[in-house]
């Protein structure tokens, strides 16, 4: 099921965002708060804003809009809080794709400098259309009547912080406008970034590993989540067509495509079914339950950072349960 974060705004905090238009820190290092706890960053999920704190360490102050996994980041409507914190901030880290939009227009309200924007998508070199960037700054309050029919996704898959070497990147790009902001911390800042790329690197091996005695075994995802680890793997998607395009979108999955998806689970060269346990809906837990009774491994994947976990731990968590499928 699709679902939306709410929250209360108070009276005080919802009068000041009135005046938040055109307020938006320009990137300038002089323009930063002095009362404030270091560099004040804003990203869209804790998967970015724990890569920021990985790297900002104590110099960073981070605000995470999207932050649990009872929240579906492809459906959050941002609020006044998050307005007001965007405002305040030096640095903002979107995933972009079309993934979290309103981190994007809200960046836009306040004038935020687009120098100190990092898009993983873009820097990662996963191409966005100027279309649909330019639709970033239409998207209105009424976003939410539609969820997920209204969020255009494009040719590309979005979900790149499953893709290790893009988050390696994305850290480096992190790194570097951190020092840019803060010259005096940049020799700490470019040391976190060679200790979490080393990180990345140990994973991509094992990943590597896999890949070469996995000799392209199938698997089922209900979601196109942790496609980019799972071909790292080795491993070749085969959801019937339109099943994790549906899912994804918020839409109903036809008869015939979730008849197809149904009998693939009764396939018995199937490796495992990856599973988005952060979006679950009635026809994916229908997948899952056909999946159980068939004996087919299940892999569960999340689209943000468990409570308890760093990015790296996370991932890590999520090579082992492929590993533990695949390893003879």
């Known amino acids: 099921m699709r679902r939306l974060s709410t929250s209360t705004a108070f009276v005080g905090v919802a009068a000041a965002a009135l005046a938040l238009t055109g307020c938006g820190q320009s990137g300038d290092p ?11 960053v804003v990203s869209s999920t804790n ?15 981070v605000t995470s809009i999207v932050n649990s996994l009872s929240q579906d980041p492809h459906s959050y409507e941002a609020t006044v809080q998050d307005k007001l914190a965007v405002s305040e901030a030096e640095l903002l880290i979107e995933n972009g794709g079309g993934y979290d939009p309103f981190l994007h227009q ?16 873009a820097v990662s070199g996963y191409e966005e259309s100027e279309e649909e960037h330019a639709d970033h700054a239409d998207e209105s309050g009424d976003h939410a009547e539609d969820d997920h029919s209204d969020h255009s996704h494009g040719s590309v898959n979005e979900h790149v912080w499953y893709d290790l070497a893009a988050m390696a990147t994305v850290a480096e790009d992190i790194g570097s406008k951190l020092s840019s902001l803060d010259p005096d911390n940049a020799e700490t800042y470019q040391s976190n970034v060679e200790d979490f790329t080393t990180g990345i690197s140990a994973l991509t091996d094992r990943l590597a590993d896999l890949s070469s005695t996995a000799d392209g075994q199938t698997v089922a995802i209900t979601e196109p989540v942790p496609v980019y680890l799972l071909e790292a793997a080795g491993l070749q998607n085969v959801t019937p067509e ?17 008849n197809d998806m149904m009998n693939l689970m009764e396939d018995e060269s199937l490796a495992f079914l990856a599973y988005n346990e952060q979006t679950e809906s009635p026809q994916t837990q229908t997948v899952r339950d056909a ?38």
Do not use: K, R
């Not at 809200?106 to 998508?121: K, Q, R, T």
């Open 106 to 121: 809200l960046a836009d309200e306040v004038e935020m400098d687009h120098d100190y924007i990092v898009s993983a998508v």
């Open 47 to 61: 998967v970015y804003g724990d890569i920021a704190e990985t790297i900002g360490g104590e110099f960073v102050t």
């Open 30 to 40: 002089a323009a930063a708060d002095s009362s404030a706890e270091g560099i004040q």
């Open 242 to 258: 339109g099943y994790s395009e549906a899912i994804e979108e918020g839409s109903d999955v036809s008869v015939a495509v979730l």
């Open 291 to 328: 999946a159980d009774a068939a004996g087919v491994p299940i892999v569960n994947f999340t689209e943000t950072v468990p409570d308890g976990e760093d990015f790296l731990s996370w991932m890590t968590a999520n090579v082992d349960g492929i590993e533990s499928i695949l390893a003879p």
